[in-house]
């Protein structure tokens, strides 16, 4: 178990500070291993980064993009803190435990549907502009 983060007399502790982050990057890494639909983002996540730099898209577009981005891998790693919770407090079936992981799983998919839509609109001008 992780000692409370922070240092017992209150002050600022480096040491937790990086320790914080760590157990954070575990947390993602944790969430890759396990999720499937976690792999889905980061191949999308890895093809818009790619074309906006093929596209050289503007600072204002990137801006728009990164938010977009961030919002489904938060979404995302929230969903499955929330189903881990769920299936602890309760590893037999039930209806509001169901219910609680649909709403989650729901607010992932608008934050995907809603990134996909930022990303047409931010990256189909260039693109349309490149045919011929």
Known sequence: MRRAEGRADGRFS???RLRSFRYA???IAFMLRTQHNAWIHL???LAVGALGLA???SA???RWLLVAVALVWLAELINTAIEFVCDLVSPA???RVRRAKDLAAGAVLVCALTAAALGALTLWPRLSALAP
Request: hydrophobic content about 35%.
């Open 60 to 62: 204002a577009d990137w």
């Open 93 to 95: 079936h039930d209806e």
């Open 14 to 16: 480096l040491r937790q």
């Open 25 to 27: 990057g575990s947390g």
């Open 43 to 45: 191949a999308c996540t």
């Open 55 to 57: 596209l050289r898209i």
